[in-house]
């Protein structure tokens, strides 16, 4: 058995025209590639299909569901999860191939590389990133999670060596979009969770803590100016996220 006959490569995608061909590019090389798409109204689902991929859409959900949705419709013994920001390097594919040829674990983390704003970042926290993504399917359970989603697994995980690559945060303005949103369901699970009231010291509690860790413990500034930017890029989304959920709870007291 091939490689290419032995791996489902599954791709989560949604108005992504502008990075899609790449990334499917990338892995090529599978003789599946399915795509769930949630909803895009632009030309991910065409390109995709010229590119060979099966193609299947839903409009509601989460990351969770639709990554179990990708994993119902794979045919092969080994999933490979894949973002369509993110690009299988040729170094990965071939440590994945001796991987999946002689396992020691049921599934791998993967190490990625990401890069912001240009820059392929080394400091703040960004590098290794490990990512939970080559799963044998038979020792799946499920994906979990609303966010940061993670999948459950059966028996044992290992770590690969070679990055996936991850082109993520293009320009302030996605950086802040992506922020409103996400910050939104990061807020409603706090608030679901019971989280403490707000209050003015909590905020500087924070802020302060994203502070230390990015710049402090990971060394964010020797990233240069990028560095910095996302230094402080963390620090306010953080500072969003609480100041929503100060809003939910302001919200629920007076209703």
């Known amino acids: 058995m091939t490689l290419s006959s032995k791996i489902s490569v599954i791709i989560i995608a949604k108005n992504a025209e502008g990075l899609i061909a790449e990334c499917l590019e ?25 590119k060979g991929a099966k193609v299947f859409e839903i409009q509601t959900g989460s990351f969770s569901e639709w990554r179990n949705l990708g994993a119902t419709k794979a045919s092969n013994p080994w999933l490979l999860y894949v973002d369509a920001d993110e690009r299988v390097t040729p170094p990965l594919k071939e440590e994945i191939e ?35 993504r080559l799963i044998k399917k038979e020792a799946f359970i499920k994906w979990e999670g609303d966010l940061h989603e993670q999948p459950q697994i059966k028996g044992s995980v290992g770590k690969l060596q070679n990055y996936l ?21 990061e807020a409603k699970l706090l608030f679901d969770a019971h989280h403490p009231q707000m209050t003015w010291w909590r905020f500087f509690s924070v802020a302060g803590r994203e502070f230390w860790y990015r710049g402090i413990v990971k060394l964010g500034f020797l990233d240069g100016p990028i560095g910095v930017i996302e230094i402080n890029y963390q620090m306010i989304s953080r500072m969003i996220t609480y100041a929503k959920l100060w809003e939910m709870q302001i919200n629920n007291k007076k209703a």
Do not use: F, Q
């Open 165 to 185: 690559y991850h082109i993520t945060h293009r320009s302030l303005t996605e950086m802040m979009d992506k922020t409103n949103v996400w910050s939104e369901v």
């Open 98 to 132: 001796r991987t999946i040829t002689a396992p020691k674990d049921n599934a791998y983390a993967i190490p990625r590389r990401n890069n912001l704003l240009g820059h392929d970042m080394k400091y703040g926290g960004w590098w290794p990133d490990y990512v939970l």
């Open 26 to 50: 990338s892995v090529k090389w599978a003789n599946e590639v399915i795509l769930i798409d949630s909803g895009s109204e632009d030309k991910t689902k065409e390109i995709a299909e010229k």
